[in-house]
């Protein structure tokens, strides 16, 4: 419905991006100021985080990759921000040398933090089921009106030109569309509203223009490395410099540093007494060529939320990365039951009534012969004695057998 579309930047101009900005921290600000319950939720995951990482014990085994179900919603108000499901795939494929630690250039990585460099043993397909059990592909393109966007998460509802989210507790929803602000991407901490949870990037920062040349992409920004970042938040990691001069990222093996790194830095780049800024992880705001690695207390952070009693745990049960079965073929049915004169077959979809074996026997199995079967889904059963019979259907791929009452 038009007069539900909130356009809300319609200057139809995109800002220009000249370096990275990600609106997660932002919104987390506006989130916890609109709902005072969401910083007790938070807590209450910081706090099972810590108990986790304090306690390998209660930690995920390596052994246990976890698989999470992806449905990408593209959004598009012009052919160029339709980006192509090859291009959705692409950013599948980052997301999936990024947190395995498969990316060729890992081996970029400093010698001082090398042996940091972990695999965060995440992994992420496509959905292959949707909620209600049907087989998607898990890309879904929606023409919208809305130009621009913006933080306020209208993209994930569908009556303000969004698509609402698929059920956050079993796939991770992405939305790719012109963000605007300037911004590349934003996503939802754990802790937040279910119907709001998961990531969005501008259409033209997701995927990987080395993997898939011809999708739309903005450059510096065109290795799927926003996806990452954001997808990082989503999984409970803050940005490396904790969002103070010299603050806290909440994990250990991360250097103190100052503030965001941006382009290319040499490094060692020494902040805050540190030996070097960890400036090529990707939590921090260097370009997609730049930053190549999460550490291991990163990954370890990230998978308390997979632990028993963790805030992602649901989606360790997820079905939505397995293909539904083929639907039973539906079997032929004989009505009405009792009958007393003729029963009609309903046949399965595309069976040919004319073909169809039918037979009938009494409980003890012998063959009603005085029945007789039209060729066009009647059974005539007028004079069979009255009681219990079987009725066979064959159709040439299945035979039914249902028990009735001749009356
Ligand atoms: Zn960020």
Redo the contacts with the bound molecule.
């Keep these: 419905m038009a007069q539900d579309v909130r356009v809300l930047n319609n200057n139809g101009l995109d800002r220009a991006i000249t370096r990275r900005a990600?609106g997660?921290m932002e919104v987390l600000e506006a989130q916890l100021a609109a709902d005072p319950t969401q910083a007790q939720r938070m807590a209450a995951i910081e706090a099972h985080a810590q108990r986790v990482l304090s306690n390998p014990s209660l930690q995920r085994t390596t052994a246990g990759t976890v698989i999470i179900p992806v449905v990408v919603h593209v959004l598009y108000n012009t052919a160029a921000q339709n980006i192509s499901d090859a291009q959705v795939q692409s950013q599948i494929d980052v997301l999936n040398e990024d947190f395995r630690k498969l990316n060729a250039d890992a081996n970029n990585t400093p010698a001082q933090f090398a042996g940091l460099v972990a695999d965060a043993n995440v992994q992420f397909v496509l959905a292959k089921r949707d909620p209600n059990g049907a087989a998607t592909t898990g890309v879904i393109h929606k023409l919208t009106k809305v130009n621009s966007w913006g933080t306020n998460d209208a993209m994930k509802n569908s009556k303000r030109g969004g698509d609402n989210a698929w059920d956050t507790s079993k796939y991770l929803n992405l939305w790719a569309c012109n963000l605007g602000q300037g911004l590349l991407g934003y996503a939802q901490f754990p802790g937040g509203s279910a119907s709001t949870d998961g990531v969005v990037i501008l259409y033209s920062a997701f995927g990987s223009r080395a993997k898939f040349s011809g999708g739309t992409y903005t450059t510096t920004y065109d290795l799927g490395r926003t996806a990452t970042?954001?997808v990082g938040?989503w999984l409970n990691l803050r940005?490396i410099w904790g969002d103070a001069s010299c603050g806290t990222d909440q994990v250990s093996d991360t250097p103190t540093q100052q503030t965001s790194n941006y382009g290319c830095p040499a490094f060692p780049h020494v902040t805050c007494s540190n030996s070097g800024d960890m400036s090529m992880n990707y939590m921090d705001y260097t370009d997609d060529k730049c930053m190549y690695m999460f550490s291991t207390g990163q990954s370890t952070r990230m998978n308390a939320l997979f632990a028993s009693g963790g805030a992602r745990a649901s989606l360790l049960t997820s079905l939505g990365g397995t293909a539904p079965r083929a639907a039973a073929p539906t079997l032929a049915t004989a009505y009405p039951n009792p009958a007393s004169d003729v029963l009609n077959l309903s046949l399965p979809t595309g069976a040919d009534a004319s073909r169809a074996a039918v037979h009938v026997f009494d409980l003890t199995g012998h063959e009603m012969k005085q029945v007789g079967y039209n060729g066009q889904g009647q059974v005539r059963v007028s004079s069979l004695p009255r009681g219990l019979y079987y009725i066979t259907v064959g159709t040439g791929t299945d035979v039914t057998r249902q028990r009735f009452e001749k009356e």
């Design positions: 990600c997660s970042h954001e938040h940005h």
